[in-house]
């Protein structure tokens, strides 16, 4: 979400729009503002739910959140008197849904919101009678317009706020970071299979961990966290499995382009970046059929031929997500007999659906049909 909120203001920046990113100041160390690549960026503190705080014993964020409340909504209000913003686009709404219906109010801009995908995980929990309900509620059916990263994650907010209405919602696919589309391609592949994120259940690492087997030779590398964590979630490391930390964009795009497989074993995923990371680094990919990964994988195929598509379908398996569909997804690539060398001349038209500036050329459309017809 930080990257492509970042990509969003970098894109509007570099086309003549006033963009200015706006955001929590976590951790504490960082600067309440700076300038990043030319964009301006402000944080602010914006903390939890205080009876949250009551209740896990933190009686210190308690009070810190009866301070900075007021505060940060003063200094925004402040800020956005100096603006004057004409849009609005919120990002994973949660901690300053009270600040933005109020920013809302005052200073009449148009608001868009654009989801990732764990926020409305979230939403799904709460009660309709809540006021964090109605905030959400109130946000959704004001903004002009709201942006989901797939059809699936759209889908599931319609279902979740029915008061929204289908005709203000569209998906906006994410782009790839550049490392990723500017990585050096590679025939030459180790004896590794891949795999990076969050280490969470929702993730399916026990999965892969399971299905994992050592008998073709392979190690297995899994990169985003400590080994503890993984630990922690009771699961056990075996024989031949690294865990190799966190990794920057860049180093996870080397891997990704020299490993023999990548493996998202995700439970649910409502987008699946790092399938469109994994195919832009050329790499072979196993991926889980869930949420927005098979839109991902069309969206990737859109303008290969057919014979094109039957060499993609080769090295890029959808398999469902339990350990024998992703020991089986893992084994027909290694066997496949192919040439590896047909997939890797498919790159270039799969990375060029994913590049931003072509993402974006419809959402600044969008945009300015907000500013001057509605």
């Known amino acids: 979400m930080q990257s492509a909120t970042f990509e969003i203001g970098n894109f509007f920046n570099e086309n003549n729009w006033n963009a200015t990113i706006i955001t929590n100041r976590y951790p504490r160390t960082l600067n309440s503002y700076e300038i990043i690549n030319g964009l301006r960026v402000n944080r602010y503190t914006f903390l939890a739910n205080p009876f949250h705080y009551v209740r896990s014993g933190r009686i210190d964020l308690f009070f810190a959140w009866l301070f900075f409340k007021p505060v940060t909504l003063i200094r925004l209000i402040i800020d956005f008197n100096r603006i004057k913003p004409t849009i609005v686009n919120l990002h994973f709404p949660d901690h300053q849904l009270l600040e933005c219906y109020l920013l809302m109010l005052l200073f009449r801009f148009k608001l868009i919101i654009s989801l990732h ?199 890029v398996k959808l398999v469902e997500p339990n350990i024998s569909a992703i020991k089986n997804g893992i084994d027909t690539i290694i066997k496949n007999g192919a040439s590896i060398e047909h997939y890797l001349l498919l790159v270039s038209k799969i990375r060029s659906q994913f590049h931003w500036p072509l993402r974006l050329n419809k959402y600044q459309t969008v945009l300015e049909s907000k500013i001057y017809f509605s």
């Open 117 to 315: 995908g764990n926020e409305v995980e979230r939403m799904r929990t709460l009660s309709k009678r809540s006021i964090k309900y109605y905030l959400y509620n109130k946000l959704f059916t004001s903004a002009v317009n709201i942006t989901g990263c797939s059809k699936y994650l759209i889908n599931k907010l319609i279902y979740i706020y029915p008061d929204i209405g289908s005709e203000r919602c569209m998906h906006l696919y994410n782009g790839v970071n550049k490392h990723f589309i500017d990585q050096h391609i590679t025939k030459l592949k180790n004896n590794v299979i891949f795999a990076a994120g969050r280490f969470e259940p929702i993730k399916g690492f026990d999965l892969l961990i399971d299905a994992f087997n050592s008998q073709h030779g392979l190690q297995l590398f899994i990169a985003g966290g400590e080994k503890r964590e993984l630990l922690n979630l009771g699961l056990e490391i075996k024989e031949g499995i690294s865990i190799i930390g966190k990794l920057s964009a860049k180093e996870i795009a080397a891997h990704m382009s020299e490993s023999k497989i990548t493996v998202i074993p995700s439970r649910m995923d409502s987008y699946g970046i790092a399938v469109a990371e994994a195919l832009c680094c050329g790499s072979p990919v196993v991926a889980t059929n869930v949420g927005g990964i098979p839109e991902v994988v069309a969206l990737a195929t859109e303008k290969l031929s057919p014979i094109e598509k039957e060499i993609f379908n080769r090295w």
